[in-house]
């Protein structure tokens, strides 16, 4: 087995361009720096510096194993720095804003995960479909789907996914299901809506063609999770967060109506002031999501 400290002297000699420079910025003796260097290259076998009296170059396999240490070590430091932050107490209020349509389906579940690892943490969540003002709501972080309008902000996308058109199996067996999107306009649909928001516009697209669809909804709510516990009671028509009505769909509780047609992707992301000044509560957390969303898109939903 290698010695993982003669390949970070190796990498630091050769960042450095020098066994002095590298010397004084490890605190090592420079004949330290030097043998650690010299024993790495016998254990491989071969020579991963060309050494001159004025200069210091890295040969063709050098600079591709210098790669490949230093993927090791960044690996190696993040788990020390995982490790550091399971062991390390981490306490206080996290507030975060998230949209209600993904509420209950999707972040319940994350912050009893955030909460299984960091039990002293406690998460005050808002849930809400408006833009909120850190400052004046006091929220370390918030949550937003759909494309930003704030660039002073930094965002990063979690997860892409889409809405479907969904319906309950008892519902299509009462109604022909439609067979193009002008159809739907003769099915009671379903939609969220914003409050006194009379029209609803569903715009669906199959390769090159695209169709929209205006109508005024059977029934509206301004919460997805509603319009998906209507559908699936044969109400309507309905299009849902694929996020939402994923674990429906596998169970047959819902079908896919019109698949060739689709709605547009959205992107769920996390917003925040930046890294310089972020807290542990707030990496962690978004450390928690990432995990999450991992496993999640790896169960194919």
């Not at 050494?51 to 430091?77: K, P, W």
């Not at 399971?86 to 972040?107: C, D, N, T, Y």
């Not at 494309?147 to 109604?175: F, G, N, Q």
């Not at 674990?247 to 019109?258: I, P, Q, R, T, Y």
Request: hydrophobic content about 40%.
């Amino acid at each position: 087995m290698r010695d993982l400290n003669a390949m970070a002297v190796f990498a630091q000699v050769a960042q450095s361009g020098s066994f002095s420079a590298a010397s004084r910025h490890l605190g090592m003796p420079l004949s330290t720096v030097s043998r650690k260097v010299s024993d790495l290259e016998a254990s491989l076998k071969v020579k991963l510096l060309e050494r001159s009296t004025r200069s210091l170059r890295l040969t063709e396999i050098g600079a591709v194993y210098l790669d490949h240490c230093r993927q090791g070590m960044a690996a190696f430091n993040t788990a020390n720095l995982l490790v550091e932050d399971r062991q390390a107490e981490v306490s206080g209020v996290l507030r975060i804003s998230i949209p209600p349509s993904l509420a209950e389906s999707f972040f319940v579940p994350i912050i009893g995960l955030y909460q299984s690892r960091y039990p002293k943490a406690k998460v005050a969540v808002l849930i809400t479909e408006r833009i909120v003002d850190r400052i004046e709501d006091g929220v370390d972080l918030s949550f937003r789907a759909g494309p930003m309008a704030d660039t002073s902000l930094i965002a990063r996308k979690l997860v892409r996914y889409r809405h479907v058109l969904v319906a309950a199996p008892a519902y299509l067996a009462e109604h022909d299901a439609p067979r193009c999107p002008s159809d739907l306009t003769k099915h009671r649909l379903i939609a969220f809506s914003f409050w006194r928001q009379s029209n609803k516009r569903w715009t669906l697209s199959n390769g090159k063609k695209q169709q929209t669809v205006t109508f005024e909804p059977h029934v509206s709510f301004n919460d997805y999770a509603a319009v998906h516990r209507s559908v699936v009671l044969g109400q309507g028509l309905a299009e849902v967060p694929h996020i939402l009505c994923g674990e429906s769909l596998s169970d047959g509780a819902l079908v896919e109506v019109l698949p060739k047609w689709r709605f547009q992707d959205i992107d769920l992301q996390a917003v925040h002031t930046g890294t310089k000044n972020m807290s542990r509560l707030v990496r962690l957390f978004l450390d928690t999501c990432s995990e999450h969303i991992g496993a999640y898109n790896s169960a194919g939903r």
